[in-house]
């Protein structure tokens, strides 16, 4: 999943969870915006847990 498939689930998510069905322009694109930034932090953090294991078989007794 890229960033831009996971904006869109969470800008989808944000606009679904909002009571007020009359969203003008300015709140949609604050929405996406939100939710890219949601994105590239979850994006980040993932990033960051992958390189921060261990790597198996690293051990080789050299």
Same mark, same amino acid.
């Given at each position: 999943?890229?960033?831009?498939?996971? +904006?869109?689930?969470?800008?989808?998510?944000?606009? /679904?969870?909002?009571?007020?069905a009359?969203? @003008?322009?300015?709140? #949609?694109? +604050?929405?996406?915006?939100?939710?890219?930034?949601? /994105?590239?932090?979850?994006?980040?953090?993932? @990033?960051?847990?992958? #390189?921060?294991?261990?790597?198996?078989?690293?051990?080789?007794?050299?």
């Amino acid at each position: 999943m890229d960033i831009h498939d996971l +904006a869109f689930t969470l800008y989808t998510q944000l606009v /679904a969870h909002r009571h007020d069905a009359s969203l @003008d322009m300015d709140a #949609r694109v +604050a929405l996406g915006r939100e939710a890219y930034r949601y /994105a590239e932090a979850f994006i980040t953090a993932k @990033d960051q847990y992958i #390189r921060e294991q261990p790597v198996p078989g690293g051990d080789q007794g050299y």
